[in-house]
């Protein structure tokens, strides 16, 4: 993520009025601290459970996939 945002930065120039740096700024923290707390969350969800709701989750998602493209050819 931090290396497609530098190339947008340097592709389309790094002019910012100071409210856009600003929010670009709390964006940036807002992402950093959902994303720590998904991932602790995630990681004591995987001590205390198993991933069979994930896997019957993909078995019933893939079959739909299946049934959708053979009615839709």
Known sequence: ML???LLKLV???FAF???ELVILLV???VSFLVSVL?????MNYIKK???KP????RIVLGIMVLVYFWMVR
């Open 27 to 29: 964006g940036m923290m």
């Open 17 to 19: 009025t100071g409210i």
């Open 49 to 51: 459970h198993d991933f």
């Open 11 to 13: 592709k389309f120039g």
């Open 38 to 42: 998904v991932i602790k969350f995630l």
């Open 54 to 57: 994930f896997g019957y989750y």
């Open 3 to 5: 290396g497609a945002s």
